[in-house]
């Protein structure tokens, strides 16, 4: 069965940067894209772009663009999220989240447990 | 960005109701529509994509309907384990954007 095993909380320093992980299994890696999408505290969701491991290419919400850095790599079949010049407002849950394709649509269907980043000095 | 009002914010429910939330997109969306449910602590789940269609698994309870602009996701006959926040996504254009969320509580 498809599964996505995300990295463990970050306490992190304001300017810093950090690199959180998605490994995944029970699927073809690079045939699916990866999501990734944020949840701020007692606040919705974010979509933050993806990536599509096959061929490394990659959407970004605009919002986004200089903040995050969205990679894969194939031998490992894990996918990497760097947010960099963090401050607080970078606090928040990051999901890595794949898509499915089916009936000529593609859905987010599959999400990690989420890693909690906290900015703070 | 295409902006996803989700009404009410949130709603007292008694189990056994028929529970009715709305999703309505700032622009044309087609079907692009998809719903999930958010319990506390949890990731998210899919329950309906492409407006009105069941994910593996998902009860029949839940129905999604809509096109266009507006949505509906509809809770039959409401059940404990339902209570969860709730948040409709379009994918119809960059950058994918969610609704607030509706929360259901229990009355």
């Known amino acids: 069965q498809v599964q996505l095993q995300q990295s463990g909380t970050e306490l992190v320093k304001p300017a810093s940067s950090v690199k959180i992980s998605c490994k995944a299994s029970g699927y073809t890696f690079t045939s699916n894209y990866m999501h990734w999408i944020r949840q701020q505290p007692g606040n919705g969701l974010e979509w933050i772009g993806w990536?599509?491991?096959?061929?490394?290419?990659?959407k970004y919400n605009q919002k986004f663009d200089g903040k995050a850095t969205l990679t894969a790599d194939k031998s490992s079949s894990t996918a990497y999220m760097q947010l960099s010049s963090l401050t607080s407002e970078d606090s928040a849950v990051y999901f890595c989240?794949?898509?499915?394709?089916?009936?000529?649509?593609?859905?987010?269907?599959?999400w990690g447990q989420g890693t909690l980043v906290t900015v703070s000095s | 960005d295409i902006v996803m009002t989700q009404s009410p914010t949130s709603m007292s429910i008694s189990v056994g109701d028929r529970v009715t939330m709305n999703c309505k997109a700032s622009q044309n969306v087609g079907s692009n529509v998809d719903w999930y449910q958010q319990k506390t602590g949890q990731s998210p789940k899919l329950l309906i994509y492409k407006a009105s269609n069941r994910y593996t698994g998902v009860p029949d309870r839940f129905t999604g309907s809509g096109s266009g602009t507006d949505f509906t996701f509809t809770i039959s006959n409401m059940q404990a384990e339902d209570l969860a926040v709730y948040y409709c996504m379009q994918s119809n254009s960059y950058p994918n954007t969610f609704g607030a969320g509706t929360k259901l509580e229990l009355k």
């Open positions: 989240a794949r898509s499915r394709y089916y009936d000529g649509y593609y859905h987010v269907a599959y």
């Open positions: 990536i599509y491991p096959g061929n490394g290419n990659t």
